[in-house]
């Protein structure tokens, strides 16, 4: 029975079939025929949905895409070029810290990039970069946006494993994110001063009192979403929905940038986006009850803690696990396959279960951007009309400057449970 | 996987011609407009919630019950449009490989079980209503019959279940 639950999931898997149906007819398969109670099929979908904390979800979503379709990132990008200044590399270092910000209003890795890039790719081709490595680093900045709270990824972590709250596993997130975010810095700097890329005369310079004043309301966001947390004076949901409002007020009387047609069809594409993670969460649901009741999960968890009993080889073996989990599936998905079998494992060993869900997270982030099958790698070669393929001589630097940010978060747990013990969650 | 957001508007104008496959004759703006309104009031109520502790200190947490209840419905109903155009979440790096006549019947076979997973969802949903029905359970926040919500599981699993079966007939007529 264990074989087939894991074996009919991934056959289904690898066959394309949707991975809510996958993870759905596996689970229902095995319930009927080990005759684990029918019922539970129909009930696992709705209790797996209908529960209170998974309602931050597509508000986050939702206020995201808003902030997105105000036109943020372009008051982002013009100043945050403004106060880096004309120098060789800069538009790199803004590409980066944009994203970061950005990441810090959205918590979608691919909305993020996207937004990015279609603001950034022009300009920076202007600028002597070829499309191929703008391209590529704007992917990988974009991963961040799921490390640097708000995040999806997290979000629906704490829902699988209510004992780490939302706000810890936020702030847990934070000092990580940007260092995945800066490390980037590296091939961006290296490669402009090498190639000679971004002309020292750059684009004629904006003062920087003016798009600081356009830029505020942006850069105000995370604030509203990260303070409405800390004070304890909002439940996760609530303060996402007061970040879509806050978005709406922007987007609507500051930047009249978003009539009622757009919020229509931000509403339509939000929801649409946040029925697909869900729906995924409501067929993990029967997959989720036919192995716990089967016992196959204690039973993989099991297996592998018979290989070895040495931390750094198991950490090194699941990291190496969730990279390529990583590059063919999105981190929802990922807690939502994971979890079950590697909770065992990490309270063997004794690990913060805050700490691994940062290093699960940074490897889904290095996923994102890890070709041959890397979503947001995807949206922004899509966007400047290359192929795939040309990025791979500049991506692969970016995914060894991520994966040492993700070596020294896992050398120093630190770097990951200072913020949240310091803010006492 | 395929990027579960794409860009808002196609950075090149230009829109990719229509597959066949993924546009349902019978229009999705129904199944968008309820989904666009299940968020649109999940936001209301939970902002109403957040004033009206912040002004009364009296907090009206049983509409607890009701956004949950529409979190269901914005995914079963997004779902429903999902199937018919194809966006769900699937790995398609292997298949992509594979000779097209395999693919196709790849494609059908995912389909079909789809469709038979949403049958069952729809039967033994249908099993629960009838219990809470008979039972006259009442739910825990307004204290109203239970019934009124567990029927929509069934309701929303068929409404699934048709769209796989239009995606499927459609995939048969453009083969």
Redesign the interface.
């Known amino acids: 029975m264990t074989a087939l639950l894991f074996g009919g999931f991934l056959l ?10 996958a993870l ?2 596996s689970g ?1 398969a095995v319930i009927l025929l080990a005759d684990l109670g ?2 539970s ?3 696992n ?2 209790s797996s ?4 904390p ?2 931050a979800l ?2 986050f979503i ?1 206020a995201g ?1 808003i902030f ?2 105000a036109g943020v990132a372009a008051k982002l990008v013009a100043f945050v070029a403004a106060l880096i200044g004309p120098r060789r590399g800069a538009q790199g270092a803004v590409a980066i810290i944009v994203c970061m910000f950005l990441g810090g209003i959205s918590g ?1 890795g ?2 993020d990039a ?2 990015v ?2 603001v950034m790719l022009p300009s920076m081709t202007r600028q002597g970069y070829p499309p191929a490595f703008s391209a590529s680093l704007i992917a990988a900045a974009g991963s961040t946006a799921i490390l640097i709270p708000p995040s999806i990824a997290f979000v629906i972590f704490t829902v699988l494993v209510p004992q780490v709250s939302v706000p810890a596993l936020f702030a847990a997130g934070m000092i990580p994110g940007i260092l995945a975010g800066l490390s980037l810095l590296v091939p961006a700097f290296v490669f402009a001063r090498r190639y000679g890329w971004g002309a020292e005369d750059g684009a004629e310079r904006q003062r920087l009192l003016a798009v600081l004043k356009d830029a505020s309301w942006g850069l105000a966001a995370p604030v509203i979403i990260l303070g409405g947390l800390r004070t304890g004076a ?1 439940t996760p ?2 303060a996402a ?2 970040a ?2 806050y978005g709406l007020f922007v987007g609507t009387v500051v930047y009249r940038t978003i009539d009622a047609r757009k919020l ?2 931000v ?14 969460i ?2 993990a649901g029967i997959f989720a009850h036919a192995g716990s009741t089967l016992g196959a999960f204690d039973a993989m968890a099991k297996a592998m803690l018979g290989v070895t009993d040495e931390p750094w080889l198991m950490l090194v073996m699941i990291m190496a696990l969730l990279l390529v989990a990583g590059m ?3 981190a929802a ?1 990922i807690f939502l396959i994971f979890l079950p079998i590697l909770i065992p494992v990490v309270n063997a060993f004794g690990w913060d279960m805050t700490w691994f869900a940062v290093l699960m997270t940074m490897n889904m982030a290095i996923g994102q951007f890890t070709p ?2 890397a ?2 790698l ?2 922004t070669t ?2 400047a ?1 290359i192929g795939i393929e040309t990025t791979v001589r500049w991506v692969l630097w970016m995914v060894l400057s991520m994966l040492s940010a993700l070596a020294l978060v896992a050398a120093f747990p630190q770097l990951a449970l200072w913020l949240p013990a310091r803010l006492g969650y | 996987m395929k990027p579960m957001s794409s860009p808002p508007e196609d950075p090149h104008g230009g829109k990719a011609p229509a597959d066949p496959h993924n546009t349902p004759r019978v229009t999705i703006r129904i199944e968008e407009a309820i989904a666009a309104a299940a968020m649109a009031l999940i936001c209301v109520i939970t902002f109403a919630n957040v004033v009206v502790r912040y002004l009364t200190n009296a907090s009206f947490a049983f509409t607890e019950e009701i956004s949950v209840f529409l979190l269901v419905v914005l995914t079963l109903v997004g779902a429903a449009a999902a199937f018919a155009r194809d966006r769900n979440i699937r790995v398609d790096f292997f298949v992509l490989k594979l000779p097209k006549a395999l693919r196709y019947a790849l494609e059908l076979a995912g389909m079909a079980l789809s469709a038979v997973l949403f049958t069952m969802v729809a039967w033994f949903g249908w099993r629960f209503f009838i219990d809470d029905w008979k039972y006259e359970t009442t739910s825990p926040g307004l204290g109203i019959p239970q019934a009124v919500y567990s029927i929509w599981l069934t309701v929303l699993a068929v409404l699934i279940v048709a769209r796989i079966a239009g995606r499927l007939v459609r995939l048969g007529r453009h083969r």
């Open positions: 289904l898997l690898l066959a394309g079939v949707p991975l809510a149906t759905g007819i229902a029918a019922m099929i129909a009930a979908v709705y949905l209908a529960k209170y998974l309602l597509p508000v939702l895409m997105e379709r979608s691919p909305a996207a937004a890039a279609m909002f949901t609530e929905v007061v879509v409002f229509y069809r509403l339509v594409d939000s929801a649409e986006i946040s029925a697909v993670v869900m729906l995924i409501a067929c063919l599936l999105d998905s041959p099958m979503v947001n995807l949206v899509r966007i009309g």
